[in-house]
Every structure is written in structure tokens, then in C-alpha cells.
């Protein structure tokens, strides 16, 4: 079983940035990847995904100002936010799909102030 270890997150301004990691113990060269985030009473929301072959896609509330990556050769997800906004505020989950075996890391908390 794949572990997955986010870090990155933390404390910023709003309109600042953040880069989250997810480091996973094997390789993630096959499967999709991606971020979801849930805020306090909330349901746990799709943020972005990434799959194999590089194709990304993005919840509505983040096109143009987050990006999702991948290193395969580093088995780690990266997410690029920027222009930051206090209702970004979550705890991050990163995720792996892998012919749908579905796998969590433990999350990395993301506070904006405003």
C-alpha cells in the first residue's frame, strides 16, 4: 500500500502563495493524482487533478490561480497556489487513484488570512 505525505502548508495573507508537496513511498507513474480540500463543516472538495499523461483539471474556484504538477522521478505531487483567498482556507488531502484503488495522505492544514 502507497503512503502519501503532504507538507508545505501554513499561515499566509491573502493574495499570498503556497506550494504543498505529496511525497508517495512508491512510484506514481501510473494513476491519477490530485488535491482535495476540506474546510471546517464542508464537504471534502475536488481541488485539482493530474493524471499520467499530464492532463489536468481544476475546480471552477481555482482555474488560473492554482497548478498542479507531478515528478514521477521523485514520486511527488506539487500544487502552485497563488493569489490566495481567505475561503481557500482547508486542510489539503492529497490523492492517488490507481485503477481505482483510492489512497489519502494525512492532510496539511492552509489558513488565509485576510
Known amino acids: 500500500q502507497v503512503q502519501l505525505v503532504e507538507s508545505g502548508g501554513g499561515l499566509v495573507q491573502a493574495g499570498g502563495s503556497l506550494r504543498l508537496s505529496c511525497t508517495a513511498s512508491?512510484?506514481?507513474?501510473?494513476?491519477?493524482m490530485g488535491w482535495y480540500r476540506q474546510a471546517p463543516g464542508k464537504q471534502r472538495d475536488m481541488v485539482a487533478t493530474i493524471t499520467s499523461d499530464g492532463t489536468t483539471n481544476y475546480a471552477d474556484s481555482v482555474k488560473g490561480r492554482f497548478t498542479i504538477s507531478r515528478d514521477n522521478a521523485k514520486n511527488t505531487v506539487y500544487l502552485q497556489m497563488n493569489s490566495l483567498k481567505s475561503e481557500d482556507t482547508a486542510v489539503y488531502y492529497c490523492?492517488?487513484?490507481?485503477?481505482?484503488?483510492?489512497?489519502w495522505g494525512q492532510g496539511t492544514q492552509v489558513t488565509v488570512s485576510s
Open positions: 490523492h492517488r487513484n490507481r485503477f481505482g484503488t483510492l489512497t
Open positions: 512508491r512510484s506514481i507513474t501510473f494513476g491519477v
